[in-house]
């Protein structure tokens, strides 16, 4: 079963908060080589995000449609800013 992000994501996220993990089937091309299209993947709680963790955000389109992307912390900047980058992309 597909679900969209607005209705899979509170889920994921209750279920995080209380500790548990979760794992979800990851779709494109971004993390290649290390993820493939079908992969599985499995979430933990993450209260510290460090440099190289791969983590779940909510991307930043204005005007599109709410879209989430698993990448990489590529670059920290004192904690109040993380840089995140596909494995296969050259930008963040």
């Given at each position: ?45 993450a ?6 963790d791969?983590v ?37």
């Open positions: 079963m597909i679900l969209p992000g607005r209705e899979l994501m509170p889920v994921i996220r209750a279920a995080l908060d209380r500790g548990q993990r979760v794992r979800m089937t990851v779709t494109g091309s971004s993390m290649l080589p290390f993820l493939h299209d079908s992969d599985v993947v499995e979430l933990e709680p209260p510290a995000p460090r440099l190289g791969m779940l955000v909510q991307a930043a389109t204005p005007g599109a449609a709410e879209c989430y992307v698993l990448h990489r912390i590529v670059r920290m900047d004192g904690g109040a800013a993380f840089f995140i980058r596909g494995d296969a992309q050259p930008h963040c």
